[in-house]
């Protein structure tokens, strides 16, 4: 399969723990971006890489949320001391470097926070 | 006012019905323009772009006004297989270099009854 994978595809921790996702996106694609997705709304940007480097983060993005891209492959996203509110479908997605180019998303990891 | 705007559905349409989504969009600087559909509990996946001059594919007509900021989605014949939210996604440049971040909008979700 050589679509964007993402793991865990499910999570359960208890609120004030830490999580970390995992993102791998398409091999060839040289941009990853993180979105949010809760019950009932679409998707909403977090963060965004151009190869290694982080180019832009959201305001949703807190200061209890981390990504990283560290050798421009794969990408993980950290959430420290999770709130209940974290609760959401976590989507990565990977593209080519030209505007208008397809945003392939991965499956999600769903997070619950108890 | 948010950035993509929807009809808020569900639409029910019984199967070879004719179907129409509307989208209006705040950001007059918006760069591409993308109808996504997602099946429940999966990932979005790009169903067309949408041009200026209107582009179809198959049983399917997408539309992009720029001047009232205003996108289209027929479906003609409709399909069981057609059941899924639909969503209205605009490519904006975003504040890093080379940014551009999907913003959706809600989703529209379409039934097709038997």
């Known amino acids: 399969d050589t679509g964007v994978s993402q793991n865990p595809r499910h999570k359960i921790t208890k609120r004030g723990q830490n999580v970390t996702f995992r993102c791998d996106p398409i091999?060839?694609?040289?941009?990853l971006y993180w979105y949010r997705q809760t019950l009932g709304q679409g998707p909403e940007f977090l963060t965004y890489?151009?190869?290694?480097?982080?180019?832009?983060k959201s305001r949703l993005l807190s200061d209890r949320f981390s990504a990283e891209r560290p050798k421009g492959s794969f990408s993980t996203l950290e959430i420290q001391r999770t709130e209940q509110g974290d609760s959401a479908m976590y989507l990565c997605?990977?593209?080519?470097?030209?505007?208008?180019?397809?945003?392939?998303f991965g499956p999600g990891t769903r997070l619950t926070v108890l | 006012r948010k950035e993509v705007e929807q009809d808020p559905g569900p639409f029910n349409v019984p199967e070879g019905a004719t179907v129409a989504f509307n989208c209006t969009y705040s950001?007059?600087?918006?760069?591409?323009f993308f109808w996504y559909r997602q099946d429940c509990r999966k990932e979005p996946k790009l169903l067309m772009s949408?041009?200026?001059s209107g582009n179809e594919d198959g049983r399917f007509t997408a539309q992009l006004n720029r001047a009232s900021q205003y996108i289209s989605l027929l479906i003609r014949d409709s399909k069981l297989s057609d059941s899924a939210t639909y969503l209205c996604?605009?490519?904006?440049?975003?504040?890093?270099?080379?940014?551009?971040?999907?913003?959706f909008g809600k989703g529209t979700k379409l039934s097709v009854i038997p």
């Open positions: 950001n007059s600087a918006s760069q591409s």
């Open positions: 890489f151009q190869n290694e480097a982080q180019l832009e």
């Open positions: 997605a990977s593209s080519l470097n030209d505007l208008g180019n397809e945003q392939f």
């Open positions: 091999s060839e694609h040289n941009r």
């Open positions: 949408v041009y200026s």
């Open positions: 996604v605009v490519n904006n440049l975003g504040s890093g270099a080379g940014s551009y971040q999907l913003t």
